[in-house]
Structure formats: C-alpha cells, structure tokens
C-alpha cells in the first residue's frame, strides 16, 4: 500500500536561513510526487511536482525539492526562508486506485515557521 | 491549471441538519475528489465523483452520510447529512488535470457543526 510520511511534525528556521522540510514515500511502480502549501485559512496551493527527470524540481515561490530513489525521499527545500514561507506544508504520492482512476495519498504536514 | 470555486467558504450548522458544499471548475474535467481534514490533521479522501456513474467513496465514509451529485463536468456537489460535533472540518474539492499529474484544489469549506 502506498503511504507518505513527513517525521516532523513542526519546523523552526531563521529567516534567511536555508530550510527543508522532509517526506519518503512507500508506492508501487514509478512514483509521481507532490508538495503543497496551506496557509491559514485558505486551500492547497500546488508548489512542485516530480514525474520523471532531473532529480532536482524546481517550483513556486523558489521552492525546490530534490528526488532521491535509493532513499525513497523528496525532501523541499529553500536556499533563503522568508517570514511569508511560515505555513503546512503537505508532501502527496499519486497511486493508481482502480478503474482507470489515481488518487494522491497525503503525508500530515509539516508546519513551517520561519522566525525573523 | 483549472480555478475551483467552492462555496460556502464557511458554516456553522446545528447537529442533526445537512449542509451542501458546491465545487464549480472553470473547465471540463474526468476526475472530481472530495477530501476532509480534520482539525490538526491530513486531508483524508472521502471520495472519487465521475461524471456519469456512481462516486466511489473510500473506507470509512459512506453515500448516506456523504452523498456526491456530479451533474456535468464542471459541477459537483458533497453534502454532510445528519451533522454531528465530529464533522467539524474542513472539506476540499479537487480535480486532476494533465493527464491526471496535477490536481487542484479548491479554497475549502470549514464547517463547524454546534
């Protein structure tokens, strides 16, 4: 069965710091990752996407994040945080669910707080 | 990427009464989801609405609690029935895009159930 999981539950940096926010994955067959934002308030918003290629995504906001099959991960990260990255961060694994249909599995988030 | 607009944004609802969460998307798409997150917690599937044919809900949920109407392939609608305290979350829609390699979510519906 497929599954994600992101072992911090919360994540402190600096601000102008670097920072990474951490997420492995367990799925059949090649896997198709994403990472999305949630800020107070408001629905998912799409960062990055892994489907096949350069290990190394790059996405929104000067978000990147770096797939690494030996170690199943897909870690985000940001060379620079600002006070604005502060939000859940969600890492997803798309799996086939039958009938022609996929459906993304969730990690649990990870909370970012860049401190100024 | 498609735009969701979900409505309502918020409700709060007496136990016992229902509440219909509308997603309308701005372009024809296959594949609708509803998911819940509750509070503090990961977005769980609740299920899968293809326009033409039954939804597919997930373990745990079922149609008599959440029914889905997928009228065409812009709309849908979840209703929560017969609210309890433990409903209160948020409720999200998206739809995949892309050949089904990106998805979209709408701005939510959090509802709180008194």
């Known amino acids: 069965a497929q599954s994600v999981a992101q072992p911090e539950d919360q994540v402190n940096v600096a601000e102008g710091n670097p920072l990474t926010v951490k997420c492995t994955y367990s799925?059949?067959?090649?896997?198709?990752l994403f990472w999305y934002v949630q800020y107070p308030n408001r629905g998912l918003q799409f960062l990055l996407k892994y489907i096949t290629g350069d290990n190394l995504v790059k996405g929104s906001y000067g978000f990147e994040a770096e797939f690494n099959k030996s170690q199943t991960s897909f870690h985000l990260k940001k060379p620079s945080a600002l006070v604005s990255d502060s939000a859940l961060y969600f890492c997803a694994v798309r799996h086939y669910s039958g009938a022609g249909s996929y459906q993304l599995t969730f990690g649990k988030g990870t909370k970012l707080s860049v401190i100024p | 990427s498609a735009v969701i607009s979900q409505k309502p944004s918020r409700d709060i609802c007496q136990r016992g009464t229902s509440l219909t969460i509308q997603c309308q998307v701005d372009?024809?798409?296959?594949?609708m989801f509803w998911y819940r997150q509750q509070p503090g917690q990961s977005l769980t599937l609740i299920a899968t609405?293809?326009?033409?044919?039954?939804?597919?809900?997930e373990s745990g949920f079922v149609i008599d609690k959440f029914p889905i109407s997928r009228p065409n392939l812009t709309f849908s609608t979840l209703t929560v029935s017969n609210m309890s305290p433990e409903d209160s979350s948020i409720y999200l829609c998206?739809?995949?895009?892309?050949?089904?390699?990106?998805?979209?979510f709408g701005s939510g519906t959090r509802l709180t159930v008194v």
């Open positions: 609405a293809n326009q033409g044919s039954e939804a597919t809900y």
């Open positions: 372009s024809q798409v296959t594949m």
């Open positions: 998206s739809v995949a895009r892309d050949g089904a390699y990106g998805y979209t």
């Open positions: 799925v059949s067959g090649n896997p198709y």
